[in-house]
């Protein structure tokens, strides 16, 4: 099974300012067998990023994907009020596809 | 309008059974893989089981076979998951997810919350 570890658990930051999330696997998920989603309290995990970096519907051009094999990384350039949420990544390079525990995005 | 919406959750005993339905509507539900995942405050998202377009095709979390069976009645637009031998840690809220055209899940449900507990 493959981990993936987020980092940090949390991000303290204030409207306007640009957020890095990072997600590690613990062996390569190749160049495009991740994703990315956003979850507000109540609702379900909504699909961000998918294949590391390309934008899901909908979604505004200030959140970006990057990475591949082993790193990747979530970047929100500039963060809106209603950005502040958990953001998980996913793999599904494998037929057992697995979560990261997640980074809170949290207004400073 | 296209979305999923699950139901047959409660409050269950150890040992217990459960039925979980997925009722999907505005897309052609035989043309996707659909997967049950599901959310604990502890443990976050955990892929629980997954089946292909026409039923043929399963796969489960190490943590759930043998007791845990995914199916689905495509002419009903319906996904279910029937929970045998429910434990303690079973508790957890339980999401229905559309496989995207790559392997990620593009669309969920709201969820239906499942609790074993005596």
């Known amino acids: 099974e493959i981990v993936l570890t987020q980092s940090p658990g949390t991000l303290s930051l204030s409207p306007g300012e640009r957020a890095t999330l990072s997600c590690r696997a613990s062996?390569?998920?190749?160049?495009?067998?991740l994703a990315w989603y956003q979850q507000k309290p109540g609702q379900p995990p909504r699909l961000l990023i998918y294949?590391?970096?390309s934008r899901a519907t909908g979604i505004p051009d200030r959140f970006s994907g990057s990475g591949s094999g082993t790193d990747f990384t979530l970047t929100i350039i500039r963060l809106e009020p209603e950005d502040f949420a958990v953001y998980y990544c996913?793999?599904?390079?494998?037929?057992?596809?697995?979560f990261g525990q997640g980074t809170k995005v949290e207004v400073k | 309008e296209v979305q999923l919406v699950e139901s047959g959750g409660g409050l269950v005993q150890p040992g217990g059974s459960l039925r979980l339905s997925c009722v999907v509507s505005?897309?052609?539900?035989?043309?996707?893989?659909m997967h049950w995942v599901r959310q604990t405050p502890g443990k976050g998202l955990v892929w629980v089981s997954r089946?292909?377009?026409?039923?043929?095709?399963?796969n489960y979390a190490d943590s759930v076979r043998g007791r845990f069976t995914i199916s689905r009645d495509n002419a009903k637009n319906t996904l279910y998951l029937q929970m045998n031998s429910l434990r303690a840690d079973d508790t957890a809220l339980y999401y229905c997810?559309?496989?995207?055209?790559?392997?990620?899940?593009?669309?969920w449900g709201r969820g239906t919350l499942v609790t074993v507990s005596s």
């Open positions: 997810a559309r496989r995207g055209a790559g392997g990620y899940f593009d669309l």
């Open positions: 505005g897309f052609t539900f035989s043309d996707y893989w």
């Open positions: 089946m292909n377009s026409d039923g043929s095709s399963t």
């Open positions: 062996q390569s998920v190749g160049s495009s067998g």
């Open positions: 294949d590391a970096s």
């Open positions: 996913q793999q599904y390079a494998t037929s057992s596809w697995t």
